[in-house]
């Protein structure tokens, strides 16, 4: 059986105060994209983990998707010796919770194949455990959220009548280092005062709180997004912590425009 996990941008992003147990509360409006990894899984007589595509950073144990194995396995003992492969393309460190997905993917799909008729709440509950990002990827659509990025309301936010352009890089910003930049506090213009169906008008009011430091160490990642301006976006910004840029257009007006050698681009039309 295999499925596809799709990335996620941030819109919007505001860090609003640090917690007592090290995390910070945040509010961001998660939109789910186009741009997907390949993960597979068979019955096998032991477990094997294998990878192509993007190569993997770290020890293959902190892998979420043999977390998430580990994680059901301790709850449902029937559960078989597995071969998963992950085709990886979504880029890695780049705000865009390419991992947080493939996590979560692993408990929809080991859900599904092996019949353990778990909820959609019992898999959000089940992907917390691995990560702040992760529950969203069990319900996979537009939402407001809250807390460490877990607390999730659903968001009546359709953006198919335009294309995106996906432009990464190949800067890795380091997360903890970014939230180390960031002086928490109340955004001026909070998320739920944005209009959600004025695109137009979140260019002037949709904010990221990571722009500014990431932008001062790497320039060139703000240069991504006033070159976006430059070519026709309606909306431009910085995803997450960074370091990928998303741009709105009009539809099937994406700009024919060269990029600094490094990056990679992707268009969702």
Known sequence: MILFPNCKINLGLHILQKRADGFHDLETVFYPLLLQDALEIITAEENIFSSSGLDIPGDTEDNLCKKAWHLLKADFPQLPAIHMHLHKQIPIGAGLGGGSADGAFTLRLLNSKYNLDLSLEKLEAYAAILGSDCPFFIRNTACFASGRGELMEPLDLDLTAY??????????????????????????????????????????????????????????IGGIKEKMYKNGAIYAAMSGSGSAVIG????????????????RVFEMI
């Open 163 to 220: 294309s995106f352009l996906l432009v990464h890089p190949g800067i890795h910003v380091n997360t903890g280092w970014a939230f180390g930049q960031i002086i928490p506090g109340r955004p001026a213009v909070p998320l739920k005062d944005i209009d959600w169906q004025d695109v137009s008008s979140w260019k002037h009011r949709l904010t990221n709180d990571f722009e500014a430091p990431v932008f001062a160490a790497y320039p060139a």
């Open 248 to 263: 709105i257009f009009p539809k099937n007006k994406l700009p024919e425009t060269g990029w600094e050698t490094g990056c």
